[in-house]
């Protein structure tokens, strides 16, 4: 996943940024954790809890855009 990051900031120019690299980040917590994680959580035979969902896809999102951002202030 970094890796295809890493070309995402290259491609975008955002490197030198770390701010730049955290909204990378999150649009790809975004457009491919959340999309894919939400409705696994809303459909899911266990009852539904929000506090659990939040957790759940949540922590993606802070990986996700702290990796981004280390990976747009390193190039």
Sequence with gaps: ???VMAHF???THASGSWFDGLKIGFCCWLGFTLTTMLPNQVFSK?????LLAAITI???M???S???AI???WH
């Design 71 to 73: 990976l747009a202030a």
């Design 46 to 50: 266990d009852k539904f809890s929000w």
């Design 9 to 11: 900031i290259e491609y």
């Design 66 to 68: 702290t990796a981004g």
């Design 58 to 60: 949540g922590y993606p």
């Design 1 to 3: 996943m970094a890796i």
């Design 62 to 64: 802070v990986g996700l």
